[in-house]
């Protein structure tokens, strides 16, 4: 009975952990390079990786925490991209932040989360689907507008760029930039 209640404990606080994430980003820049095909290299760019305060308090260290376990050692980008295979992560700093990179190879356009009706059609990717919480900011492509939040490219494009907005930094928002220094220093 004991151990009963101990393990509900423990997963109760497992699950309070896990939502009490505060984990966002300024800004991602994705590149869609087609090598084949259907079939291509997809990088993400991850600017300004932050940490957003939880009723004031300072969380950074255990969001650059799940940052590490979930994104760069765990298998989230896989759970996010399932059909995509060469899934590589890395976290780096440039002018002052904390910015990720994803690279990883698609053998079809839904690996991608792109979409194409057929061959004459054009490429498309919803913003609104396939990036929560992402607002469209500029790409090489069309995009639809607020009305139709899809992204255009010409059917036989080779390269595809689209840059989107996830949360502006503001005085509730930490950068992990410090987290990293710190982890990287002690590696």
Same mark, same amino acid.
């Given at each position: 009975?004991?151990? !009963?209640?101990?393990?509900?404990?423990?997963?109760?606080?497992?699950?309070?952990?896990?939502?009490?994430?505060?984990?966002?980003?300024?800004?991602?820049?994705? !590149?869609?390079?087609? !090598?084949?095909?259907?079939?291509?290299?997809?990088?993400?760019?991850?600017? &300004?990786?932050?940490?957003?305060?939880?009723?004031?308090?300072? =969380?950074?260290?255990?969001?650059?925490?799940?940052?590490?376990?979930?994104?760069?050692?765990?298998?989230?980008?896989?759970?996010?991209?399932?059909?995509?295979?060469?899934?590589?992560?890395?976290?780096?700093?440039? &002018?002052?932040?904390?910015?990720?990179? =994803?690279?990883?190879?698609?053998?079809?356009?839904?690996?991608?989360?792109?979409?194409?009706?057929?061959? &004459?059609?054009?490429?498309?990717?919803?913003?609104?689907?396939?990036?929560?919480?992402?607002?469209?900011?500029?790409?090489?492509?069309?995009?639809?507008?607020?009305?139709?939040?899809?992204?255009?490219?010409?059917?036989?494009?080779?390269?595809?760029?689209?840059?989107?907005?996830?949360?502006?930094?503001?005085?509730?928002?930490?950068?992990? =930039? &410090?987290?990293?220094?710190?982890?990287?220093?002690?590696?």
């Amino acid at each position: 009975m004991k151990l !009963t209640k101990i393990l509900k404990l423990s997963v109760l606080g497992l699950v309070a952990l896990f939502l009490s994430s505060c984990l966002t980003v300024e800004k991602k820049e994705y !590149t869609f390079e087609f !090598t084949g095909a259907n079939s291509g290299k997809l990088t993400i760019r991850y600017i &300004n990786i932050m940490s957003v305060m939880d009723n004031e308090n300072d =969380v950074s260290a255990g969001d650059f925490e799940e940052l590490l376990s979930n994104y760069i050692n765990g298998d989230q980008i896989a759970q996010d991209y399932p059909g995509a295979t060469n899934v590589k992560t890395r976290l780096y700093e440039q &002018n002052g932040l904390l910015c990720g990179e =994803v690279t990883m190879d698609f053998p079809s356009l839904s690996a991608a989360r792109l979409y194409q009706y057929d061959k &004459n059609s054009p490429l498309m990717l919803s913003i609104g689907a396939a990036l929560d919480s992402e607002s469209y900011s500029e790409s090489n492509g069309s995009y639809g507008g607020d009305f139709m939040p899809v992204v255009f490219w010409p059917g036989n494009s080779k390269k595809l760029t689209l840059t989107t907005s996830v949360s502006s930094p503001d005085d509730s928002s930490l950068s992990l =930039v &410090n987290e990293f220094r710190k982890w990287k220093a002690g590696n």
